[in-house]
C-alpha cells in the first residue's frame, strides 16, 4: 500500500479513529465528512463510517440514496463521471483515496468491484480471469494456469467450465457471469471488494450462490456491498449501513440494526413502510 | 509489465489519440484557409487603370471620376515611354556613321581597280593559289571599311541598322560584279578565275556583315522580347492596334497589380534571346535584360518602365463584385464566374425538386407502411448499395441510360444531369429522412390514429409536420453534396466554356458549373498563371455554397435540439 | 342498409370499396417510388454490362486487359488494352491513403469518444471535412499541395519521418526493451531494463534519423503523385472513418469500460484490450466504406495523381504519377464517346464494370459487417 502514495500520513488515521462512528480497531476504509457533488447536486452527504477488514458490510437505502455512488468512490469509479467531485477524507488504511497524487490503477487492483449486472468481456472464460493478471505482464503458463484455476475454484464456477475454459463468456448464463466476474475480481489478489448490487440482475437461485459465495469469501477479504434486498443483506452481512437521500443514518452491526434500529428512518426503510 | 512503463504507454496512447484527432478536427482549417485567404483576392484586390478601361468597355461600366483622373495620368506616362521606343526604333541619330561605310565601300572598290595590274597577275596562277592569294589581298584592302563598320555597330540601334546592313550586302554583291568586269575588261582572263575574283574579294566585309546581322538579330530578338513584355503589361499603344488584335487578353494590359508584378519581373526584367548554340541550333535563353541591355537606349526604356511603374498602371484597392455576376471574357481571363454560379444553382435546385419528394416518399413507405419484411429488407439493402455506387458510374449511366438509352436530351444538358444527381443523392435522402419519421415518437401516431384520423391523415397532419425540420436538415446536407459533385456531370450536363443559359434551356442545353470548371481551369487552361485568383475565387466561392447549405443544417439541428430539451 | 343509416362502424360496400382501392393506389404509389433505388442499381449493372459486353466477348483483348499494361485505345493501327496499370494504379492509392487514414482515423474517433473533452467542437470539424467537395480536394492537391511537395517535399518528408519515428522508438523502446530484459533473460537482466530500454530507443533514434536524412535529399520530380493522391484521399476518407468508428466505439457498453478498470488496467489498456476488440466490427465496416470513397473518388485522383501509364518503378515508389480507374473513364471518356461503339468506348465500360463490381462487393461485405455489428448493438 505503500506505493499508493508516497508519504503516509498517519494523522489522519488517528483523525478518524477519535470520530464518534467508530467502534472497533481494525478498519479498512474509513470516511470523514465524505461528500459527493455531481454537479450542483449533492449526493452524499457528509458520510463518516469505517469498514472492518474481514467482514462484509452492506449498504442499504431506497433508490437515489447515494449508496452507489459512495462505494463507487472507494475504488474511484466516479472519476468516471464527469462533474463528479468530492470534499472531506476517504482513506484506506491511512491513506486519502483523493490524494492528487494517488495512484488510481493500483488502487483498483487493491479495491476490486462487482458490478450490477454481469460484465464478462467479449474473451474466453480464460482469458477473462486472466485478464487482470496479464495487465503486469505476462507469467509463465502454468502460474498463470495455477491463477485461473483457484479463482475459478473460489468463486464456485470450477467444476462447471473446467471442461470450456476456452469457449466464450458470454456463453455462461447470468448467474454463472456474475461469479465470473467475482472470479476475475479475486484474480488479482484485491484486499477489498465491492459489489454493486451484484445480485440484482440474478434468479433466486443464482443469489443463493452468489450470497454462499460472500460468505465464504468473508474473513478473506473485506467486502462492501450495496443491495436493494434487506434479506440478502441481514443473510450476508457482519455490518449494516442505511442511507437516506445522501445521508448515512445509521450504521452498526446488522443484528442490532435489524432487530433495534435507533433511528425511526431506519425501522420505516426496514419494515418496508417506504423504499 | 512495470507500472511505470505501463503509465508511460497509456500517455503515449492519449498524446497519440489528441494528436490524431487535433490532426483531423484542424484538417478543415487547413483546406479552407488557403483558398479563402486567396479566393478573396479574385474579388477584392489591387487593380490597375486597365481594369477599370477594361469594365467600361466591355461590361457597360461607367468611369468614376476618380478613374478617369486615372486614365489620364498613366496616359501622360505612357506618352513618354512610347515616345522613347519611337525614337529608338526610327534611330535617326545613327545616319552619320553608316553614310561613312557607304563611302568607304566605293573608296575601297575604287582603290583595288587602280590595282588592276596586280590583281591580273593573281588572276594568272593556278585556281588554288589563286583564291587564297585575293583573300588575303581582300582583307588588307577592306579593313579601313571593317573598322567603320564596327565603330558604327557600337554606336547604331534600331531597325535602320539593320536594313542598312541588308542594303550593304546587295551593293556589295552588284559592286562586286562591276568591279570584277573592270578588271578583267580586255584581258584574256577565263570566266572561272572572274568568278573567283569577284566571289573571293568580297567574301571578307560579307562574312562581316553576316556576323553584325546576327549580333543583331539577337539584339533585335532580346528589345522585341522586351517590348512585347511591356505591351503585356499596358496593353497595346493606339486603338487601330487595340482593334486589330483577336484575343481580348492582347487587347488590354494587365488589370491586377499581383500579375502586373510577376510580368515585369518575368517578362520584362528578364528577356529571352535567340542563341545560336554550340551545335548550331538555335536556341531561346533566358537572360536578365539590365545586364543585356546595359546603359543603350533599351536599358533606359528599361529603367524608365521599372521607376514609372505605379505612374503607367496607376495601382489601386478596389472590390470587384461582379465577378459574381459578370459573364467571362476570354477564357475566364477577364470578367466574372456567373454562369457557373447559376449553372450549380439550376443542376442543384433540379436535383433537389427531383429528388425530394421521391426520397421524402420513399421514406414514408419505408417507416410507416414497410416494417421489417423480407422485400422492405431488399429494398434498403438496394438504398445502401446505390449509396455505394462510385459517382463516375453515376455519370457513365447518365450518358448510357439518360442520354443515349431514352434520350431525355439530345447530348448534355441540364436535366440529364440533374436526373442523375437527383439519383445519387436519393439513398441520402431516403436514409436521413426515414431517421427522422422514426425519431417522431410513436404517441403522435397512436395519437392522431386514436381520434380517429386515417393513416394518410395521420401522416400528412400529425408525423410530416413533426419530422419536418429534421428530414429539412438531411435535404439540405444532401444539396450541398449535389453542388459540390463533379464526376455526374462530365458526361451529362457540364461545358466548360459558355455563358449562362435561360431557364427555358435547361432541357436541352448543357451549363457551365463550378465543380467542372474549377476541374477546367486548374487542369486544362492554357494561360495557368493569368487566371490564378478565378481559380481560387471559383473554389471558394463553390466553398461558400456548400458550407452555407452545411451549416444552415448543423443550425437548424442545433435549434431542434435545443426546442427538443425546452419541451 | 341499417347499419349505413345509422352512421355504424361497419362501412357500407361501396365507401369500404372506395377506401380500400384508395389505401391500396397510395401504397402502391409510395412501393414504387421506394423501387427506384433498386431499379437504378438493376439498370446501372445492365447497361453498363451492355455496353461492356462487345469489349469481354473478345478473349484476347479480355485477356490482354487484365494482364498488361500497354494502354493504347485510340490506336488506328494496333490498338492495346491492358490496363494493369491502371489497376496497379488504383491499387497503389488506395493502399497509401489505407496505411494514412486508418490508424489517424481510429485514433482520432478513440480520442473523440473516450479521451478528449472537445468533441463538441471537433465533431462539427469533422463534419464540415465530409461537407467539402471533392473537386475542392483535387484543387488544393493539384494548386496547393503539389508545388510544395514539389520544392519542400524531402524536407516535409524526413520531418514527418522523423517525429513519428522518434516517438514511434521511445514507445517501440520501451515495450520491447521491458520484454526483452524480461523474457530473453529470464529476469537476470531485470534490474537493467533501464539500460536495455536506452540502448534500443537510441539506436531506433538513430536509425529514424538516418532515413530522415535520406529522405531530405529526396528529389520529387512532379508534385503531383501517388503520394499526393493518397494524403488528399486519406483526409477525405477520414470523416467517414471517424464518425462511423465513433458510432461502434459508443455502442460498446460502459459496463465493459467499467469492467476493465476495476480490475487496475490503465485507460490505454481498457480501449486497447476491451473497447476497441468489442468495436471491431462496426470499425471494421467503417473502414470498408471510407476505402470505398477512396476507391470510387474521380476528382482527386484525376488531379492530383499525374495520370502516368505506368507502373512506378520501383513498383513501391509513392513520388511517381500513377493512373486510376476513375481517372481514365473520366478523362478518356469524353473523346471517346462521340465515336460510340468503338473500342476505347467499350473498354471504358468494362473498365467501370469492374469498378462498380469491386464497389458492389465492398459494400455488401460493409452493410452485411455492418448489420452484425448494429444487431449486437441492440
Request: charged letters at 20%; aromatic letters at 10%; glycine letters at 8%.
Amino acid at each position: 500500500m505503500t506505493t499508493l502514495v508516497q508519504e503516509r500520513k498517519n494523522k489522519h488515521i488517528q483523525n478518524v479513529q477519535n470520530s464518534p462512528v467508530m467502534t472497533s480497531a481494525d478498519y479498512v476504509i474509513t470516511a470523514r465528512d465524505f461528500s459527493v457533488y455531481y454537479g450542483e447536486y449533492k449526493a452524499v452527504k457528509d458520510v463518516n463510517i469505517a469498514l472492518n477488514r474481514g467482514k462484509v458490510t452492506s449498504i442499504i437505502g431506497p433508490s437515489g440514496c447515494g449508496k452507489s455512488t459512495f462505494l463507487r468512490c472507494i475504488n474511484r469509479m466516479n472519476d468516471l463521471v464527469p462533474g463528479c467531485r468530492t470534499t472531506g477524507k476517504l482513506m484506506m488504511e491511512g491513506i486519502d483515496l483523493y490524494h492528487k497524487r494517488l495512484d488510481v490503477v493500483e488502487l483498483r487492483r487493491k479495491v476490486g468491484m462487482v458490478f450490477q449486472r454481469p460484465n464478462p468481456f467479449p474473451k474466453s472464460i480464460y482469458d477473462n480471469v486472466a485478464y487482470g493478471v496479464r495487465l503486469k505482464g505476462r507469467p509463465p503458463q502454468t502460474q498463470l494456469d495455477g491463477i485461473v484455476e483457484t479463482s475459478l475454484r473460489r468463486s464456485g464456477l470450477w467444476d462447471e467450465v473446467k471442461d470450456r475454459l476456452k469457449s466464450s463468456a458470454l456463453g455462461l448464463s447470468g448467474g454463472q457471469q456474475q461469479r465470473l466476474c467475482i472470479a476475475r475480481a479475486l484474480a488479482i489478489n484485491p484486499e477489498v471488494l465491492l459489489m454493486d448490487e451484484p445480485c440484482s440482475a440474478l434468479d433466486p437461485k443464482s443469489t443463493a450462490r452468489i450470497e454462499d459465495l460472500i460468505a465464504e469469501l468473508s474473513g478473506e477479504y473485506t467486502i462492501a456491498i450495496v443491495t436493494h434486498n434487506m434479506q440478502q443483506a441481514a443473510r450476508v452481512s457482519d455490518y449494516t449501513a442505511f442511507f437516506y437521500e445522501g445521508v448515512l443514518v445509521e450504521f452498526g452491526e446488522t443484528s442490532k440494526i435489524f432487530t433495534n434500529p435507533k433511528n425511526e428512518k431506519t425501522n420505516d426503510y426496514i419494515t418496508g413502510r417506504f423504499g | 509489465m512495470k507500472d511505470s512503463t505501463r503509465k508511460i504507454l497509456d500517455s503515449a496512447f492519449t498524446a497519440f489519440s489528441r494528436v490524431s484527432l487535433f490532426i483531423v478536427g484542424t484538417a478543415v482549417i487547413g483546406f479552407i484557409l488557403p483558398i479563402a485567404l486567396k479566393g478573396i483576392g479574385a474579388f477584392m484586390f489591387t487593380a490597375t487603370v486597365e481594369h477599370e478601361k477594361f469594365l467600361s468597355e466591355n461590361l457597360d461600366y461607367s468611369l468614376s471620376k476618380s478613374d478617369k483622373e486615372r486614365i489620364r495620368k498613366s496616359d501622360a506616362a505612357r506618352q513618354k515611354l512610347w515616345e522613347m521606343i519611337d525614337s529608338y526604333e526610327s534611330s535617326k541619330d545613327s545616319s552619320q556613321p553608316l553614310e561613312k561605310i557607304s563611302d568607304l565601300r566605293i573608296s575601297t572598290f575604287n582603290k583595288a581597280i587602280k590595282d588592276k595590274d596586280k590583281l591580273k597577275s593573281i588572276l594568272s596562277q593556278t585556281p588554288s593559289k589563286r583564291a587564297k592569294l585575293i583573300k588575303e589581298y581582300a582583307e588588307g584592302a577592306w579593313r579601313a571599311y571593317a573598322d567603320a563598320l564596327d565603330d558604327a555597330e557600337r554606336g547604331a540601334s534600331g531597325f535602320l541598322f539593320q536594313k542598312f546592313i541588308s542594303e550593304q550586302e546587295r551593293k556589295l554583291e552588284s559592286d562586286a560584279e562591276i568591279f570584277a568586269e573592270e578588271i578583267c575588261k580586255g584581258a584574256k582572263i577565263s570566266r572561272m578565275a572572274r568568278n573567283s575574283l569577284r566571289r573571293n574579294f568580297i567574301t571578307y566585309p560579307i562574312s562581316l556583315l553576316n556576323a553584325c546581322r546576327e549580333r543583331f538579330a539577337e539584339k533585335n530578338s532580346a528589345y522585341l522580347s522586351m517590348k512585347g513584355g511591356i505591351i503585356e503589361l499596358i496593353g497595346p499603344r493606339s486603338l487601330k492596334e487595340k482593334e486589330d488584335m483577336k484575343l481580348t487578353r492582347q487587347k488590354y494590359g494587365q488589370t491586377r497589380l499581383d500579375i502586373a508584378q510577376r510580368v515585369l519581373s518575368e517578362d520584362i526584367a528578364k528577356i529571352s534571346i535567340r542563341k545560336i548554340s554550340q551545335g548550331g541550333i538555335p536556341i531561346m535563353d533566358r537572360v536578365s535584360s539590365k545586364e543585356y541591355f546595359g546603359n543603350s537606349v533599351p536599358g533606359q526604356i528599361l529603367e524608365y518602365v521599372e521607376k514609372h511603374f505605379d505612374e503607367l498602371l496607376q495601382p489601386h484597392f478596389t472590390i470587384y463584385p461582379g465577378f459574381f455576376t459578370d459573364n467571362p471574357i476570354d477564357a475566364n481571363i477577364f470578367g466574372g464566374i456567373y454562369p457557373m454560379i447559376l449553372g450549380t444553382f439550376y443542376l442543384t435546385v433540379c436535383a433537389m425538386i427531383v429528388a425530394a419528394p421521391l426520397g421524402i416518399a420513399a421514406a414514408i413507405y419505408f417507416s410507416e407502411y414497410a416494417g421489417n419484411g423480407r422485400i422492405a429488407n431488399f429494398l434498403r439493402m438496394c438504398v445502401g448499395t446505390l449509396a455505394g455506387v462510385p459517382s463516375i458510374v453515376f455519370g457513365l449511366f447518365g450518358l448510357a441510360f439518360l442520354i443515349n438509352t431514352i434520350k431525355v436530351s439530345d447530348g448534355k444538358s441540364v436535366f440529364a444531369g440533374s436526373l442523375t444527381l437527383a439519383l445519387l443523392i436519393l439513398p441520402t435522402i431516403i436514409r436521413t429522412c426515414e431517421e427522422s419519421l422514426k425519431a417522431v415518437p410513436n404517441s403522435y401516431r397512436e395519437g392522431a390514429l386514436g381520434l380517429g384520423a386515417g393513416k394518410w391523415r395521420a401522416i400528412c397532419g400529425v408525423i410530416l409536420p413533426a419530422a419536418l425540420p429534421s428530414m429539412l436538415t438531411g435535404i439540405i446536407i444532401s444539396m450541398g453534396r449535389a453542388a459540390g459533385e463533379t464526376a455526374p456531370i462530365i458526361f451529362t450536363a457540364a461545358t466548360s466554356a459558355g455563358l449562362a443559359i435561360g431557364l427555358s434551356d435547361i432541357f436541352t442545353q448543357p451549363t457551365p458549373a463550378l465543380p467542372w470548371n474549377i476541374y477546367n481551369i486548374c487542369s486544362e487552361h492554357e494561360m495557368a498563371e493569368r487566371v490564378g485568383h478565378v481559380q481560387y475565387g471559383m473554389a471558394l466561392t463553390l466553398i461558400c455554397i456548400v458550407l452555407f447549405l452545411n451549416l444552415s443544417a448543423i443550425f437548424i439541428r442545433a435549434k431542434l435540439q435545443n426546442a427538443n430539451k425546452n419541451k | 342498409m341499417e347499419s349505413g343509416k345509422k352512421h355504424s362502424l361497419i362501412m357500407g360496400g361501396g365507401q369500404n370499396f372506395m377506401r380500400e382501392i384508395s389505401q391500396r393506389i397510395g401504397r402502391g404509389l409510395l412501393l414504387s417510388i421506394t423501387a427506384i433505388p433498386t431499379l437504378a442499381i438493376i439498370f446501372m449493372i445492365f447497361f453498363i454490362a451492355k455496353e461492356a459486353a462487345p469489349f469481354f466477348g473478345n478473349l484476347s483483348h479480355t485477356l490482354e486487359f487484365f494482364t498488361s499494361s500497354n494502354w493504347a485505345p485510340s490506336s488506328q493501327n494496333s490498338p492495346h488494352f491492358g490496363a494493369l496499370a491502371i489497376f496497379y494504379g488504383t491499387a497503389m492509392v488506395t493502399l497509401g491513403s489505407c496505411v494514412i487514414a486508418i490508424p489517424l482515423g481510429i485514433f482520432a474517433a478513440v480520442c473523440l469518444n473516450e479521451i478528449s473533452k472537445k468533441a463538441a467542437f471537433f465533431k462539427p470539424m469533422v463534419e464540415l471535412l465530409a461537407a467539402i467537395p471533392s473537386v475542392v480536394y483535387g484543387f488544393f492537391a493539384i494548386v496547393i499541395f503539389a508545388p510544395i511537395l514539389q520544392e519542400e517535399g524531402g524536407i516535409l518528408i524526413a520531418a514527418a519521418v522523423f517525429l513519428l519515428g522518434t516517438t514511434a522508438s521511445i514507445v517501440i523502446g520501451i515495450c520491447a526493451g521491458e520484454i526483452f530484459a524480461e523474457k530473453a533473460f529470464k529476469g537476470y537482466f531485470a534490474k537493467r531494463s533501464l539500460l536495455i530500454k536506452a540502448i534500443m530507443i537510441l539506436s531506433g533514434i538513430f536509425a529514424t534519423f538516418e532515413l530522415s536524412l535520406s529522405a531530405a535529399n529526396l528529389k520529387i520530380e512532379s508534385g503531383t503523385n501517388a503520394f499526393n493522391a493518397s494524403v488528399i484521399l486519406a483526409i477525405m476518407a477520414l470523416p467517414t472513418i471517424v464518425s462511423l468508428s465513433q458510432d461502434a466505439l459508443q455502442a460498446v457498453g460502459r459496463d465493459m469500460r467499467e469492467g476493465s478498470l476495476a480490475l487496475g488496467a490503465t485507460r490505454a489498456e481498457t480501449i486497447i484490450k476491451v473497447v476497441l476488440p468489442c468495436a471491431k466490427s462496426g470499425i471494421a465496416a467503417a473502414i470498408i466504406l471510407g476505402l470505398m470513397r477512396v476507391i470510387g473518388e474521380t476528382m482527386v485522383v484525376w488531379m492530383a495523381s499525374g495520370n502516368a501509364l505506368k507502373i512506378p518503378e520501383p513498383f513501391f515508389n509513392f513520388f511517381e504519377p500513377v493512373r486510376t480507374m476513375t481517372a481514365t473513364i473520366a478523362g478518356e471518356m469524353g473523346e471517346a464517346d462521340q465515336s460510340t461503339g468503338s473500342d476505347r468506348y467499350h473498354v471504358l465500360f468494362a473498365m467501370s464494370f469492374c469498378l462498380l463490381i469491386g464497389a458492389l462487393i465492398m459494400n455488401a461485405a460493409g452493410q452485411f459487417i455492418g448489420g452484425s455489428f448494429r444487431t449486437i448493438k441492440k
